[in-house]
Structure formats: C-alpha cells, structure tokens
C-alpha cells in the first residue's frame, strides 16, 4: 500500500485509506498511527477511527435532601467519537472555615454506583450533616486511561442540611425477667446533633396492631408490664432538634415463664401469693358468670371481674393507664397501644419504618388500566386532581377523583403523597372522604377517591350564597361533626380543620378531607409560621395550639366552631381581612367573631360553646353531633335567630363609634362597597356621619327602603366589619 493507506492483513484483497485521525508516511502499512491526543484500544480493530477521551459533561445541577444529594448532567458535548462514554463522581469533603478538602472516604453510598455510571445521574447518601461538599463528574470512555492529559470534569459544590440522627444499629438485652425485659443500645453512627432522646416502640411478636412507646433521655430501658414466656419486638430511634431518625431494625427477646427457676429467691413467696389470689379470683368469676352476669370492658373502666375475664385485656389497659397520661396518648401515640375488641384506633405512618408498607396495609392497590381519566379538576401540591373512571373487575363502575404524583418527585415527596392514603385508608365512615386505592406500582402514582362532585365546601358555598334552607346549612354541618366525631374516636387530630378542606357531594353529603402528615399544613395557603416556626392556618386554629402546639380533638372542636361560622355565613372569610396578628390578639383578649347574619341563635351559642378559652369546657363532637340532631328533628328551634340589632350594636356600647375609620363620609363608604345609590338615602335620613351609620341596624336598613337582602348584607357586613378592625377585636364574650 502506498502512503495514507493500509492492508491490515495480507490476504485482504486491496488497501483501506487510514480511518479518520489516524496516517502512515510509509509505504506497505499493516496499520495506521493515531494522530496527537488520538488514541486507539488495544480491542479496537485497525480499521476504527482513532478516538480520544470525552470533553466535560455539561450542566450538572444538584438537588440536596437533608444528608443526600442528587446530581445530574447532560452528557458531554465532544463525545470523544466513542460510544463507550460512562462517568465517575470524586468526592471532596471540605471543612468551609479551614478551606481544606479531603476525599469523602468509604462512608458515602452511590447509588447506582460510583464509577462506571451510564445515566446521567447519580444519588449520594450518608453524607455528613451541614458539611460543604464538592462532586467532581468526570466523563470517561475506552481510551482515558491511555491519554496522559488532563481529567475532563465538571464540578458542583454543595452544603449537605440538617439531618435526623441515622438509625440505632446496637442494641444488647440485659436483664429478663417473667414480665419486663432491660436494654441498653448505643448511640446511632452517625447522630447529626444532640441526641434529645430516644423512642422505644415494643410490642408481642405478632401483635404490631397494639404497641407501646416508651421515651427515654437514657440508653437504657426497663419494659414492664410484660406477659410471661412472650416474644417482644423492640426498635428504638433517637431524636435531635432536626426531628427522629428511622426506626432501628427489629429487635426480639423473650420474657422468662413463669416457674422459671428464679436466682432471686424472694420471688418465690410473691409467686405463690399470686398464684393463690389467682386461683381464687377464678372461682369467683366462673361462679359470677355461672349465676348469669357479663360485663363489659372498655379501658377506662375494666372492672376487676373483667380483668379476670378478659386477662389479656387488663393487662394492655392496665399498662397503659399506668403508664401514659390519656391525653398525651392521643397526641403523640394516636395509634394507642392498645387495642380493644371493637375500638379501632388510628396508626400514624410514620411508625412504619418502610412508608410503603404503611400504604399496602391501609390502601388498595389498583391497576392503571382499572382508571381513566376524564380531566383536570384541580391542581395539588404534588400534581393535578382529575376526575375519571374506575372499573374494578366484578364491580360496577364508579365516578373517581384522582391525584397523581408529578414526574421528578423525591423519594421524600412520594412518601408525603402517599401518606394521605395511608391515613385515608384507615377511615371508614359516610362523612369522611372514601379512599378506592392507590396506583404506585406503575408511574404516575395515583391516590383514588370516591368523586364529590360539588368540590370543597368554602367555594360551593360562595359560588350558592343565601340558596340554601337552614335545615340544609344544619344538615352540613352534623356531616362534619358526625365524620370529626369518628376521626377523635379513632384518635386521630385533624389540625386543618376548614370549609376548605371539606368537600360536599351531589346530595349535599359533606366530607372531611385532606389528610396528611406534617405535609397538611405544608400545602394550605392559609397556613403561616408562627414564631415558634410551626406553620399553623391562624383563623382556624385554637389559641392553646397557635400558642403552644397543643393540638387535640379539642383544638379540632375549635375549628369546627369556625366552619360553622364559615357555613352559615356562606363561605365569608373568618375576621375578615384582618391580619393573623390582630386574629391573635383579639381572640387572646376574649373577642369572638359575631353572629352571622340570620343566624339561629341555637347555632351561634354552639359556636361561642366551640371557642371556650379553656379547652376542657368546649363540647365534645358526640355533643356537638346530638345537640345538631336535636335541632334537625325540632326545627323551630331554628326559627329565633341572633338579634338583628344586637349582632351589630353591641360592639359598640363600649368601644367607640366609627368616626375614625377608614372612611372620611358616608359616601365614600357607601362608593367602596358598590352601594352608592344609598348615599342620598341614607344623608336624607339623618345618616349623614359615619358615627351615625354605626348606629343602623337591619330593621333600619328595611325600614329605609334597602329591600334586597343582598344590599341589605352588603351594607350590614361591611359596617360589621368596620367596627371589628376598629376595635380590634370582636364579640367580647
Ligand atoms: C375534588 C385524595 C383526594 C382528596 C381530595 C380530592 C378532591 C379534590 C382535591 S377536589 N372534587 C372536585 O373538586 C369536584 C369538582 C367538580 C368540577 O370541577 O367539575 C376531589 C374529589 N374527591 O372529588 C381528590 C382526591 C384524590
């Protein structure tokens, strides 16, 4: 072959021209020389171009999630002319005031992996908590190894978060006995903070329904109360001021039996003690069952016959009335330990270690192919709310609401969606939204729920202002109690109690809606941060949980006293357009919102009834639901409404007339709210100031001629409100 051609072997029939980036000057080649910076492997064959490393991906964007972070890139502009292109990440761990930087070390997890990365993307994990970090991309293909030159990369600094301590991992057994079993654990690896205390979850082997948490400042732990000759499974997690870690593993340890030989011989006399009392309590009870009584137990008040009827049910309550003040019970351990024949209780996701086995225990799983989806109806914080069909096999099929997760959630994100059905799955009642399923084996991940096709209630109303009968207004609202009766029963605190988060049907059926864990009051617009940092919707909540957090069904009670104002004043926004700060002051100084107009006087006492300073005087939802049913069956009772004049005037006995507001005459008041056309009416009347204006009342505007009812409302809530923002405050109660 001549020059610029070669023959790489020598039976092949002509010469070949050197492929691209590669020459011979000589005469009679069997292969061609690669040029500068060109490179060929040893695997590829002589007639393949020459090729070299690939220049820097482009683009990397971070994404960073407590102690993981998330990169991605686009892959490199100059390939290098290889098809073999993977990337490699370099980890640099950097203390920011010294200004070193170290390699990360064999503590970071990849995942997939570290080197040899084909996607364009890559997750690290058990990274160090607020530590700057750098990620250096590096794209590499078949012939990097063989180019002396410089590494191609791209590089993304990031600070890792707080994060919650990482999972206890060493727990040892100490001393058992028949009924208690010691432990001591270590702390976990990696804490990320002070360590405040740990959470001790246990339960009899099998029975993980009906568990017990213990906390405890220490390592160590006494379980008592525990049944003889009984696996436990223990899992303790540790909590900094960035929230609990993950549940550690599982941990079993059997108490001894009861006869067990015992080194601590004074047990033997208590044994035998017991054991005669046993042995007698027995006979009494068979003779107490034999003569034709029966009892019955609830936890509160198991009587001791019951407890020798029912020993394993003494046992729980016992143990748990010794143990736990009731109400701290509901609050932080909803899903009481104890289980009873009968009273179901709700369990919080989140004492699941593994979110996606709380959602498979509480939510059906449905195949994508049972849904359709018809349109959009709405926008979520985790994606779009649709309406469509489900066709379940062997069922008839069923109008549907659908929310779906949108593409590029985080792992974080998917177990917050999916939360919500975790929570509704556990509910079953005809005014609590109805949960059909979840999708979350194929993408998107769907939550499906039966259709209520008025959508939520604050709206309906707006958009139905004055068409309704109180008996309907009533008939609402002994829905809500009746669905928020069944939620506190099963221990569960809503929170985000509102005309908003209640949806209503085509039969005018309301539901109580929107669940969540923390995520609730993420995706409330009217939630704002208290300055204690929680997000809190202000106008809703009790003062003793804006305060303090104590949020318990009696804070719920509160809420429902603010739906009900909500309802019957059709959808008006509680207080107004005053501010969360002015909410706050007036109800701390004993103000309440004002009837509203043609308010049954009955409804309007439920509601000063529902926002009692102190929590333990408000009414229970059981008393709530009976005292609506009362007035539904008897409803002239809802004939005497609030006092037209005193809804108004009785804020203005003491605290001033309207003079100084924000309206300098009647007129100007009168041009804002669009009732212009009364101004000469009402200065012909001798309501020529706005101090006199103050003093109108309804049968003043009827009198007048102000006839529309809508007028009539208009005139009377804008006075209403007025007089509430200038005396910062409502009805004194
Ligand atoms: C709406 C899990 C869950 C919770 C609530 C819904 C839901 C909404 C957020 S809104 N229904 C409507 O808005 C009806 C609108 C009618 C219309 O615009 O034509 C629902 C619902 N369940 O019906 C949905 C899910 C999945």
Redesign the pocket.
């Known amino acids: 072959c001549r020059p610029g051609f070669f023959k790489a072997s020598p039976h092949s029939q002509s010469c070949s021209k050197c492929p691209p980036h590669s020459y011979t000057n000589e005469e009679a080649s069997t292969s061609c020389v690669c040029e500068k910076d060109y490179f060929r492997r040893e695997s590829d064959p002589p007639t393949m171009a020459c090729t070299r490393p690939p220049s820097a991906p482009r683009n990397a964007i971070s994404n960073v999630n407590e102690t993981s972070v998330f990169l991605e890139w686009i892959p490199p502009a100059d390939t290098g002319g290889r098809k073999d292109v993977s990337y490699y990440i370099a980890c640099k761990k950097c203390i920011s005031h010294a200004g070193v930087c170290e390699e990360c070390g064999g503590q970071v997890r990849y995942l997939p992996r570290q080197i040899g990365l084909k996607n364009t993307s890559v997750m690290m994990v058990d990274l160090l908590a607020h530590t700057n970090y750098t990620f250096e991309i590096e794209a590499v293909n078949g012939v990097s190894s063989l180019s002396p030159g410089i590494r191609q990369y791209v590089s993304v600094n990031v600070t890792t978060n707080q994060a919650a301590p990482s999972p206890v991992t060493i727990v040892k057994k100490g001393k058992i006995a028949k009924n208690s079993i010691s432990l001591s654990w270590q702390e976990p690896d990696r804490p990320n903070g002070i360590i405040l205390e740990y959470e001790i979850k246990y339960f009899e082997k099998d029975q993980e329904t009906s568990y017990t948490i213990i906390k405890s400042k220490e390592t160590t732990i006494t379980a008592e109360g525990l049944k003889p000759a009984s696996v436990y499974v223990f899992q303790i997690r540790a909590r900094t001021a960035a929230g609990y870690g993950v549940f550690s593993r599982r941990f079993e340890f059997e108490t001894t039996p009861v006869f067990a030989a015992s080194s601590d011989e004074s047990q033997i006399p208590i044994i035998a003690v017991s054991v005669t009392v046993g042995v007698i309590l027995l006979a009494v009870v068979i003779g107490f069952l034999l003569s034709g009584s029966c009892c019955e137990c609830g936890c509160g008040r198991a009587s001791s016959l019951c407890a020798v009827a029912h020993p394993s049910l003494i046992w729980r309550c016992g143990y748990s009335k010794a143990k736990q003040d009731p109400e701290e019970e509901k609050m932080h351990f909803h899903n009481g330990h104890i289980k009873l024949p009968g009273v179901r209780t709700y369990i919080d996701p989140h004492t699941y270690e593994d979110p996606n086995q709380a959602v498979h225990e509480f939510a059906k799983e449905i195949e994508a192919s049972c849904i359709t989806i018809e349109r959009v109806?709405?926008a979520?914080e985790f994606g779009e709310?649709c309406?469509g069909r489900l066709k379940l096999p062997g069922k008839r099929e069923l109008p549907v609401?659908?929310?779906t997760l949108k593409v590029g959630y985080t792992e974080k994100q998917r177990r917050d969606f999916l939360g919500?059905a975790s929570i509704?799955g556990q509910f079953d009642h005809p005014n609590i939204?109805h949960l059909e399923g979840v999708v979350t084996k194929s993408k998107p991940v769907m939550?499906?729920?039966?259709?209520?096709?008025?959508?939520?209630l604050d709206t309906f109303l707006k958009k139905n202002d004055g068409q309704f009968t109180v008996i309907q207004l009533v008939g609402m609202l002994r829905g809500i109690a009746a669905g928020m009766k069944y939620l506190s029963d099963m221990g569960y605190v809503h929170r985000d109690l509102a005309a908003r988060n209640i949806?209503i049907n085509s039969n005018l059926v309301c539901k109580v809606?929107d669940f969540g864990l923390s995520r609730v009051l993420e995706d409330d617009p009217e939630a704002a941060y208290t300055t204690r940092g929680g997000k809190i919707p202000i106008r809703w909540t009790a003062p003793e949980a804006i305060a303090f957090r104590k949020f318990t069904s009696a804070s719920d009670v509160w809420s429902y006293g603010i739906v009900m104002w909500e309802v019957v004043s059709y959808g008006e926004r509680p207080y107004w357009e005053m501010t969360n700060q002015d909410v706050i002051k007036a109800v701390e100084e004993g103000y309440r919102l004002p009837s509203p107009m043609d308010c049954p006087a009955a409804l309007y006492q439920l509601m000063l009834d529902c926002w009692q300073k102190d929590r333990n005087s408000r009414p229970k939802f059981e008393e709530i639901v009976n005292m609506l049913d009362k007035l539904i069956r008897n409803p002239s009772s809802l004939k005497t409404l609030v006092n037209a004049s005193s809804r108004v005037s009785n804020l203005l006995s003491d605290h001033g007339p309207l003079g100084s507001g924000a309206y300098r005459s009647v007129g100007e008041w009168l041009e804002a709210i669009k009732m212009g056309r009364y101004t000469e009416l009402f200065m012909e009347n001798g309501y020529s100031s706005m101090d006199a204006v103050a003093q109108v009342t309804l049968e003043d505007l009827r009198r007048l001629g102000v006839t529309l009812v809508g007028h009539q409302k208009k005139i009377m809530n804008s006075l209403q409100e007025m007089k509430v923002q200038l005396i910062n405050g409502m009805v004194p109660l």
Do not use: D, P, Q
């Open positions: 109806i709405g979520g709310v309406s609401a659908i929310k919500e509704m939204i939550i499906v729920t039966e259709y209520m096709e008025n959508g939520s949806l809606s």
